[in-house]
């Protein structure tokens, strides 16, 4: 298991879970982005479908191109933390967000690029048995498989994206884990 050390204000990066620099027209504080998800089932189980469809949507006249590294989060229903889960996601590529490990064993994530049509919106379909999780509450970067993590419950699901300096959290889905 790696475990990295974190300064308080990597870790309070890491725990807020989305940040990034702005590179379209609009001002990065008024980013125009709606974020939504949606399940195909609202039920998990091992070995069935673990989808959730992402859709950001540009209500700008301009288009937004800026770099992020959304987040997952999984909250135990009525426990919130430290039954909350997280988990980095690269949503073009459906996989864990890359990171950098300097030799002081401090973790970077490296931000995914985002591009958003002015007026437009993109969706993208990530599945969250392929990313890699922990407790929210934690000195280690995510790197557990989702059913060796996650405990069976009643859970809150959302995905925050933004920049360093907006951040936007989609809305929440109440799931239900089972693993068996």
Request: charged share 20%; hydrophobic share 40%.
């Amino acid at each position: 298991m790696r475990v990295a050390r974190l300064t308080l204000a990597t870790l309070m990066l890491l725990v807020s879970a989305a940040y990034a620099t702005a590179q379209g027209t609009a001002a990065p504080q008024d980013l125009p982005l709606i974020c939504t998800i949606s399940l195909s089932n609202s039920s998990w189980h091992k070995g069935g479908t673990t989808t959730i469809t992402v859709r950001l949507r540009n209500s700008s006249p301009v288009d937004l191109d800026f770099d992020s590294s959304p987040v997952i989060v999984l909250s135990k229903i009525p426990d919130g933390p430290p039954d909350s889960y997280w988990a980095p996601v690269d949503l073009p590529a459906n996989r864990p967000i890359a990171i950098r490990e300097d030799r002081d064993s401090t973790i970077t994530p490296l931000p995914s690029h985002l591009h958003v049509s002015k007026k437009s919106a993109v969706e993208f379909v990530i599945d969250a048995d392929h990313m890699k999780w922990d407790r929210q509450i934690s000195s280690t970067w995510p790197i557990r498989a989702f059913w060796e993590a996650i405990s069976s419950g009643e859970y809150s699901l959302w995905l925050e994206v933004g920049t360093n300096d907006s951040r936007i959290k989609s809305n929440k889905i109440r799931l239900s884990i089972r693993e068996k």
